[in-house]
């Protein structure tokens, strides 16, 4: 097993690695945001191997297949011992309709709803506490924010989970919450080409001691390397970005622009472009951890080394330049301040 450098995850005495296993591919394609065909023995390759190469996180979601990429995990995970077994974070506040898989779930924040989904995953993922367990969205069924933040602190007393946090919310939501108790991590979208958490965001949560874990640096493999302007005509029908705008048209070579400035950069790093666009998230202040995907093992090894890629500021300025003349994206094109050197 190889170390990787880790940061630790706001005040939770959590220590995790700048990269982590995102599992929302390893869902399948039967539920609303698939990304086509997966085979659930490349699956358990693929988490194994994102453990042999040192990463010690794997994040997941009932939602990712209707409880499929939870099952998948825990199979994967029966060979490691406790010593060597990754934290496993997964979330809560998203109900589906099995008889309309592709439909949209819907987001509650009903207490009894909450504590019922918690026992869930706990069963699926075949532990008796969850490392990390997030508010998937803010709900729509009317619940404000102090009512199911009070069921994560609850959760967190009981011993059923050992840290909690808010996925895809805001930086008012996450003060509201703060006032009934401590928000350990924060899980927001952000990329090269979604830039918007690190406007409020990200500096909220360093003054919080609020760990911040981000999702789709890749931007759903835009910023992979791997896109051309042909690529969108191979996704299958049943992949989400199929007829997508960020994946079409002007969108899509706007994006491309960032992803070519990317691989520029990448050629100097002797390194992949997923791994730069991995690399450029951990580069802002507040980033603890950036969660990536990956189908299979080749998609792994193409990004694992980004914790251990530091840009500089020349490499950020060049990114910079292509997202500024591009126009993709919204929000600050690169760090106020940072790691870089």
Same mark, same amino acid.
């Given at each position: 097993m190889t170390p990787l450098a880790t940061r630790p995850l706001g005040r939770t005495g959590i220590d995790i690695t700048s990269v982590g296993?995102?599992?929302? *591919? &390893?869902?399948? %394609? %039967? /539920? =609303?945001?698939? $990304?086509?065909? #997966?085979?659930?023995?490349?699956?358990i390759a693929t988490i194994q191997a994102a453990v042999e190469a040192? &990463?010690? /996180? &794997?994040? @997941?979601? !009932? &939602?990712y297949g209707h409880g499929h990429a939870e099952r998948v995990v825990a199979r994967a995970l029966k060979p490691f011992s406790d010593g060597d077994r990754p934290y496993v974070f997964t979330k809560g506040g998203l109900q589906w309709d099995d008889t309309n898989p592709k439909g949209q779930p819907r987001k509650v924040g009903d207490p009894a709803s909450l504590r019922r989904e918690v026992e869930a995953s706990l069963r699926r993922l075949e532990v008796e506490e969850i490392d990390l367990y997030q508010m998937h969205w803010p709900p729509a069924d009317g619940t404000p924010v102090e009512e199911y933040w009070s069921v994560f602190v609850e959760l967190k007393q009981q011993g059923k989970v050992r840290a909690i946090g808010l996925s895809n919310h805001d930086a008012q939501e996450l003060e509201r919450?703060? %006032? =009934?108790?401590? =928000?350990?991590?924060? #899980? !927001?979208p952000f990329s090269a080409i979604n830039r918007g958490a690190g406007e409020d965001i990200l500096p909220r949560c360093a003054n919080n001691e609020t760990g911040v874990i981000v999702y789709a640096p890749m931007e759903s493999g835009l910023l992979s390397g791997g896109f051309s302007s042909t690529a969108p005509r191979r996704l299958? %029908?049943?992949d989400w970005r199929h007829g997508h705008p960020d994946f079409s048209g002007e969108g899509l070579q706007r994006n491309l622009a960032v992803a070519d400035a990317m691989a520029t950069v990448a050629s $100097?790093?002797?390194a992949t472009t997923s791994a730069i666009a991995v690399a450029w998230t951990l *580069? /802002? !202040?507040?980033? @603890?951890?950036a969660i990536a995907g990956a189908k299979d093992p080749q998609q792994l090894a193409s990004w694992v080394a980004a914790g251990e890629i530091a840009l500089g500021t020349h490499d950020l300025e060049e990114i910079a330049g292509a997202i500024e003349r591009s126009g993709a994206g919204n929000g600050s094109a690169k760090p106020q301040t940072s790691a870089a050197r």
């Amino acid at each position: 097993m190889t170390p990787l450098a880790t940061r630790p995850l706001g005040r939770t005495g959590i220590d995790i690695t700048s990269v982590g296993l995102g599992s929302l *591919a &390893i869902g399948g %394609a %039967a /539920w =609303v945001s698939g $990304r086509g065909h #997966q085979d659930d023995e490349s699956s358990i390759a693929t988490i194994q191997a994102a453990v042999e190469a040192g &990463i010690n /996180w &794997i994040d @997941t979601a !009932p &939602i990712y297949g209707h409880g499929h990429a939870e099952r998948v995990v825990a199979r994967a995970l029966k060979p490691f011992s406790d010593g060597d077994r990754p934290y496993v974070f997964t979330k809560g506040g998203l109900q589906w309709d099995d008889t309309n898989p592709k439909g949209q779930p819907r987001k509650v924040g009903d207490p009894a709803s909450l504590r019922r989904e918690v026992e869930a995953s706990l069963r699926r993922l075949e532990v008796e506490e969850i490392d990390l367990y997030q508010m998937h969205w803010p709900p729509a069924d009317g619940t404000p924010v102090e009512e199911y933040w009070s069921v994560f602190v609850e959760l967190k007393q009981q011993g059923k989970v050992r840290a909690i946090g808010l996925s895809n919310h805001d930086a008012q939501e996450l003060e509201r919450a703060e %006032a =009934v108790g401590h =928000v350990d991590s924060m #899980q !927001p979208p952000f990329s090269a080409i979604n830039r918007g958490a690190g406007e409020d965001i990200l500096p909220r949560c360093a003054n919080n001691e609020t760990g911040v874990i981000v999702y789709a640096p890749m931007e759903s493999g835009l910023l992979s390397g791997g896109f051309s302007s042909t690529a969108p005509r191979r996704l299958s %029908a049943d992949d989400w970005r199929h007829g997508h705008p960020d994946f079409s048209g002007e969108g899509l070579q706007r994006n491309l622009a960032v992803a070519d400035a990317m691989a520029t950069v990448a050629s $100097r790093h002797g390194a992949t472009t997923s791994a730069i666009a991995v690399a450029w998230t951990l *580069a /802002w !202040p507040g980033v @603890t951890g950036a969660i990536a995907g990956a189908k299979d093992p080749q998609q792994l090894a193409s990004w694992v080394a980004a914790g251990e890629i530091a840009l500089g500021t020349h490499d950020l300025e060049e990114i910079a330049g292509a997202i500024e003349r591009s126009g993709a994206g919204n929000g600050s094109a690169k760090p106020q301040t940072s790691a870089a050197r």
